[in-house]
């Protein structure tokens, strides 16, 4: 009998409130910026950049040319651009994904997402991360950065159709010092890996690790 009295309280004291009220900002041309603290339901536009300040929460974050930014502290559903980077700051949690075409994706130290990280062109970087659906790219550098943990491992692919003339760069992948993928990394094209001592991955096919013990990897 008293869940049914408060049950009513609750929900009406849900719709009061200004912080969960519905807030979408769509753009066709121009950037956007999410003010600190507040909530938002989808930040969209098509011709611009996305700058979301820290401790933002937020369901779709999408551009299509333009970078996304994300402050310490944001939340959000799903993070995506087709032509732009995509940089996390501290302790960011994403529920789904981390999506760029042609733009570069990284993550802070203390971040957790709860989907997959996806390039084509562009390269990842992970910090102190928690990712849940593992990395996939086809022209990317992958750095699993110090204290990383990836589930779901890596891969990458090789493209369909290559119009280059000039020879394919041999891509680099770093698992760094405390690194953790669990899952396979699996190359489809040829690359340079190298695992660090203190590092534990999953079976890896289509490149043969090179291992090192300093901080950061040897230069090609």
Avoid: C, W
Avoid at 144 to 150: A, D, E, F, K, T
Avoid at 151 to 178: D, E, F
């Amino acid at each position: 009998m008293k869940q049914n009295h408060l049950a009513p309280l609750l929900l009406l004291a849900l719709a009061a409130s200004p912080a969960l009220a519905s807030n979408d900002i769509s753009k066709v041309n121009g950037s956007i910026h999410a003010e600190a603290g507040q909530q938002y339901r989808d930040l969209e536009t098509v011709n611009g950049s996305i700058k979301v300040a820290e401790g933002v929460q937020a369901r779709q974050i999408e551009t299509v040319n333009g970078s996304v930014t994300l402050g310490d502290r944001v939340h959000a559903h799903s993070v995506e651009t087709v032509n732009g980077d995509i940089r996390l700051g501290r302790d960011v949690v994403i529920t789904d994904d981390l999506e760029s075409v042609n733009g570069s994706v990284f993550t802070d130290q203390g971040s957790r997402i709860g989907g997959s990280i996806e390039t084509v062109n562009g390269n990842i970087g992970l910090v102190r991360t928690e990712l849940a659906r593992g990395i996939e790219t086809i022209n990317g550098d992958i750095t699993v950065g110090i204290g990383s943990h990836v589930r779901g491992g890596v891969k990458v692919r090789k493209a369909k159709v290559n119009l280059s003339l000039t020879p394919q760069r041999k891509q680099r992948v770093i698992v760094g010092p405390g690194a953790v993928v669990d899952g396979p990394l699996d190359f489809e094209r040829e690359v340079v890996l190298y695992v660090h001592a203190s590092a534990k991955v999953g079976p890896i096919s289509g490149a043969t690790a090179q291992r090192y013990e300093t901080d950061t990897a040897p230069r090609d």
